[in-house]
């Protein structure tokens, strides 16, 4: 799936995720945070000056954020991303609050927005997570400069097809039409059931 289209859906159909940073002793602090705007630069949120989550934003540079949406967990569409922030001030705040526009109950006078400040969320990676659908659909993404990291299970050339690792697939996700064998990773749940049966080590973590 397109980046920009992940971040749209994170943007519109999610909206409201949980923001994890880091405190002065390293230790990862959460809070909820609204995602105001996307565009090909990145997300874009917002918070007040005040807050110990600003403090913690400025020191670090970096945030990591998730937000689910459905009615279930078999319904459920999860977008994950991390990765560089940087402060923008409060210039793209009239911008944010025409768009979204319930800020303006909150924040009504523009005295009270004097504490606001917008943040871009710039560079970093991220992975859709679609368990709605059969099997389940996974893409791993990546905003600005970041390079992608290689995630999941690899079949090498140690395989000779003895198929132990089928019945121990819950995707059922492994190509065996030749060999080595291959996972689909679009599908896969990176559980690791292959790489703990396969009896010649042909499974490898990346």
């Known amino acids: 799936m397109d980046t920009g289209k992940i971040l749209e859906f994170l943007e519109q159909e999610i909206h409201s995720v949980v923001m994890a940073t880091v405190d002065d002793a390293g230790?990862?602090?959460t809070c909820a945070v609204d995602i105001m705007d996307s565009d090909e630069n990145g997300l874009y949120?917002?918070?007040?000056k005040?807050?110990?989550f600003y403090n913690r934003l400025k020191k670090s540079g970096y945030a990591a954020l998730t937000g689910m949406k459905g009615s279930d967990t078999m319904s459920c569409t999860a977008v994950s991303v991390r990765g560089k922030v940087r402060e923008l001030g409060n210039q793209p705040l009239l911008r944010?609050?025409?768009?979204?526009k319930y800020m303006n109950e909150i924040y009504p006078t523009e005295k009270s927005r004097q504490a606001l400040t917008v943040f871009l969320l710039y560079e970093g990676s991220g992975e859709w997570f679609d368990l709605s659908k059969k099997p389940i659909e996974r893409a791993s993404f990546t905003i600005g400069n970041a390079k992608e990291?290689?995630?999941?299970?690899l079949i090498t050339?140690?395989?000779n097809g003895c198929r132990a690792c089928e019945v121990v697939c819950p995707q059922n996700c492994i190509d065996f039409t030749h060999t080595p064998a291959?996972?689909?990773q679009k599908n896969c749940l990176h559980c690791g059931n292959c790489f703990e049966v396969c009896s010649q080590n042909?499974?490898?973590?990346?």
């Open 157 to 159: 050339q140690n395989c």
């Open 45 to 48: 949120f917002l918070t007040a």
């Open 149 to 153: 990291e290689t995630q999941g299970y």
């Open 50 to 52: 005040g807050k110990n």
């Open 202 to 206: 042909a499974v490898v973590r990346r």
């Open 182 to 184: 291959v996972i689909n």
């Open 96 to 100: 944010l609050f025409e768009k979204n």
């Open 27 to 29: 230790l990862p602090v």
